[in-house]
């Protein structure tokens, strides 16, 4: 299994979810992606090299945007972005312009 790390926008958003169903289901997502990082469909245009993968809660849609990059260790899970579908590719394609 990968090494994960959250940047600043995805430790945020998991850290304030008060639901436990919720954050369960982000758990479970981040363990499938840590054990298959192909798992998550790319992304294109502005963000290429992004990939995306999906939760549904309770009706609502859910995203979990990564990457995979190389470190010292071999390659690790980078955490970009998570919240809610809504607006959810706007604000990642503002912070990705920043990293």
């Given at each position: 299994?990968l ?22 289901k982000y758990e ?10 192909d ?6 245009g ?5 990939r995306g ?25 980078v955490i ?14 503002k912070y990705?312009?920043?990293?």
């Amino acid at each position: 299994m990968l090494s994960v790390t959250f940047l600043p926008p995805a430790k945020q958003y998991l850290k304030k979810i008060k639901d436990k169903r919720l954050k369960k289901k982000y758990e479970e997502a981040i363990t499938e992606i840590r054990k298959n990082p192909d798992i998550g469909g790319f992304k294109t245009g502005d963000l290429a090299g992004v990939r995306g993968y999906d939760i549904k809660h309770e009706g609502v849609s859910y995203e979990i945007a990564y990457r995979v990059t190389v470190n010292a260790q071999g390659d690790a899970v980078v955490i970009i972005m998570a919240g809610t579908r809504e607006n959810f590719y706007e604000t990642l394609k503002k912070y990705y312009k920043l990293i």
